[in-house]
T-cell receptor, first 115, second 113 residues
Framework: GENVEQHPSTLSVQEGDSAVIKCTYS??????FPWYKQELGKRPQLIID?????GEKKDQRIAVTLNKTAKHFSLHITETQPEDSAVYFC??????????????FGTGTSLTVIP | DGGITQSPKYLFRKEGQNVTLSCEQN?????MYWYRQDPGQGLRLIYY???????QKGDIAEGYSVSREKKESFPLTVTSAQKNPTAFYLC????????????FGPGTRLTVL
């Protein structure tokens, strides 16, 4: 099955700096790559996603890049703010006809933005 | 955040007892999922269902069972066969298969004493 690895496991940045989180996946059939943010005690929420036919996607301070050849994708957060502090999860999804989507998550990155 | 609910928020059970976690959604989503979240291990898929009366095993299905008798409900039973059931359980739903966002419930923290 698919294996998603995520690095680093913890990341501390100064407010205003950029943060980058990287994930790799193993199954070339994966075609959808969402990123989730989970604040302490809350449920994960989607912050950005990318499909396999796109190399980069940006939404304000957040961007995701995908390299299908190398099987890796990254989350970039610019101008970080204290409210960006949370655990971030990457995921890879394989869509299979009839049985549907199976999502594989990375182990998470705990981001701390220091004011 | 509304639309997908889980109950109860906290659950305590004695070892050897089966326990059922509730997950309900009113988003009219076809697909529903159950994940287990342990510290340092991310989210691991237990079961998922794309349509009523059909479900598929995820990576860690052993010791768990599910049913999908109604579109809006996807209960998870943690059986006594699950060797380490203490964990945080998250339910999610999405419109259907293909490139669709998953919406998560608030989770249930199960502690087996």
């Amino acid at each position: 099955g698919e294996n998603v690895e995520q690095h680093p496991s913890t990341l501390s940045v100064q407010e205003g700096d950029s943060a980058v989180i990287k994930c790799t996946y193993s199954d070339s059939a994966s075609n959808y790559f969402p990123w989730y943010k989970q604040e302490l005690g809350k449920r994960p929420q989607l912050i950005i996603d990318i499909r396999s036919n796109v190399g980069e996607k940006k939404d304000q301070r957040i961007a995701v890049t995908l390299n299908k050849t190398a099987k890796h994708f990254s989350l970039h957060i610019t101008e970080t703010q204290p409210e960006d502090s949370a655990v971030y999860f990457c995921a890879a999804s394989i869509s299979v006809l009839r049985t549907g989507n199976q999502f594989y998550f990375g182990t998470g990155t705990s981001l701390t933005v220091i004011p | 955040d509304g639309g997908i609910t889980q109950s109860p928020k906290y659950l305590f059970r004695k070892e050897g007892q089966n326990v059922t976690l509730s997950c309900e959604q009113n988003l009219n989503h076809d697909a529903m999922y159950w994940y287990r979240q342990d510290p340092g291990q991310g989210l691991r898929l237990i079961y998922y269902s794309q349509i009523v009366n059909d479900f598929q095993k995820g990576d860690i299905a052993e010791g768990y069972s599910v049913s999908r008798e109604k579109k809006e409900s996807f209960p998870l039973t943690v059986t006594s066969a699950q060797k380490n059931p203490t964990a945080f359980y998250l339910c999610a739903s999405s419109v259907g298969w293909s490139y669709n966002e998953q919406f998560f419930g608030p989770g249930t923290r199960l502690t087996v004493l």
